[in-house]
């Protein structure tokens, strides 16, 4: 620019809060990773097939022992089934979200991202969907599969299949999103907790029996998660053949709660690794 020339004015270009063209290459990114590799496919549909033959076995035993239809086995023949297929919807969809966030941490590539005109939001988004189309590979087949094996249809719950599915994934996703702060404050050390914090709740989530035989003082901790009306509401499905509205709309409302927490808790653990610039020297 010459001396006399006037200066242009700076021109503010506008960006939207969260563009699906960025949230797409990145779920198109991590499906090019699942897709280049077929033993992490087959990993996702292994134990969830594995632990549904099992407890199916397990099913048929207890109910061929419980003295016929007065034993509350042989009442739901595939109560162990759905419970199971259900627990893992919930491990998947955790596991979804943090697999693909260590995956970055493990390439040392999380630094890269976001130089680009990336958002931890949109980040966000492309992880829960990632999470949901690995769910849906690892449960849908081991679901058609005990079709043949056991008789018995997870889909024959109907349309609160469908809530008790969204219940789940969105609480695999708080846990997740919480897990992944954890990681970015505590450094890999923390990578551990991928794979055990859900595992910690399982006790209390009621998934194979009522919460009523908890003891009295482990009750209310129970409650507090979404999982256990989830369950809860599930076995009322199969045993009384009525949906449990009020454990459907507790497991919603804490859900919203859980969510929202997982995701203050990892913007503010974004914020704070990229002041410390620990996206850059963050690896394995």
Do not use: C, K
């Amino acid at each position: 620019m010459r001396p006399n020339e006037p200066a242009m004015p700076a021109v503010a270009v506008p960006r939207a809060d969260v563009s699906p063209r960025r949230v797409g290459a990145m779920v198109l990114r991590y499906v090019y990773l699942l897709r280049g590799s077929w033993p992490r496919i087959l990993e996702l549909a292994y134990w969830p097939t594995m632990q549904m033959i099992l407890w199916g076995y397990i099913n048929q035993f207890m109910a061929s022992s419980s003295g016929g239809a007065s034993g509350w086995v042989a009442q739901g023949a595939g109560v162990l089934v759905s419970a199971v297929l259900l627990w893992d919807v919930l491990f998947r969809g955790q596991l979804g979200v943090s697999v693909s966030f260590l995956e970055e941490m493990w390439s040392r590539n999380l630094g890269h991202l976001f130089v680009s005109p990336l958002r931890p939001g949109e980040w966000v988004a492309s992880l829960m969907v990632m999470s949901l189309l690995r769910t849906l590979i690892g449960v849908v087949p081991a679901a058609l599969l005990a079709i043949p094996f056991f008789g018995y249809s997870v889909f024959a719950l109907g349309l609160p299949l469908a809530a008790f599915f969204a219940n789940l994934i969105v609480l695999g996703w708080s846990l997740g999103l919480l897990i992944v702060a954890l990681i970015l404050r505590y450094g890999m050390g923390a990578e551990g907790l991928a794979w055990i914090v859900v595992f910690m709740l399982a006790p209390v989530s009621a998934v194979y029996y009522p919460v009523s035989v908890l003891p009295g003082w482990l009750q209310p901790v129970s409650w507090m998660l979404p999982s256990s009306h989830v369950f809860e509401g599930m076995r009322a499905l199969i045993y009384g053949g009525a949906l449990r509205w009020d454990h459907l709309a507790w497991a919603t409302g804490l859900n919203a709660l859980y969510m929202a927490l997982g995701v203050g808790v990892f913007l503010l653990a974004f914020h704070q690794a990229r002041v410390r610039g620990a996206l850059l020297q963050t690896g394995e």
